[in-house]
């Protein structure tokens, strides 16, 4: 495996991950017509809870522990946690009183879909890569 890679698995995890959350943000925003401000406003709460609850929950492992269960499992977990709050604080933000289900149904879904997606795109790739390297042979 790449030096390069084992040393900076942790934060590809995170850059990737707030990037496919910010294009989810985008896409949403672009599909409603709405305009900047709401794309701050929306993408923040996501980006400061995701950063939060992925260090305390394990969701950019070590290079070590990188296996389908802590790019996978730890995502998921964090998101459990990170839609539902970042929804409300989002609702906070924008002071609206109502969180329609639908909005709720999608945010979440798309957004954790988002974030699998990236998350298989470097899972498939780091795979590939450590299957490439030789093995060290053992005397």
Known sequence: MSILMKRYTPSILLIGDLI???????VGERQHELNQTNFITTALPFVVLWIIAGLL???FPQTAAVNARTIFGAAINAWLIVAPFGIFARALLLQSAVIPVSFFAAAAGFSGLFILAWRLIFFGLWRF???REPQKQTI
């Open 20 to 26: 496919a959350l910010l294009v989810f943000v985008l």
């Open 57 to 59: 929950l394990g969701a």
């Open 129 to 131: 890569i450590a299957r």
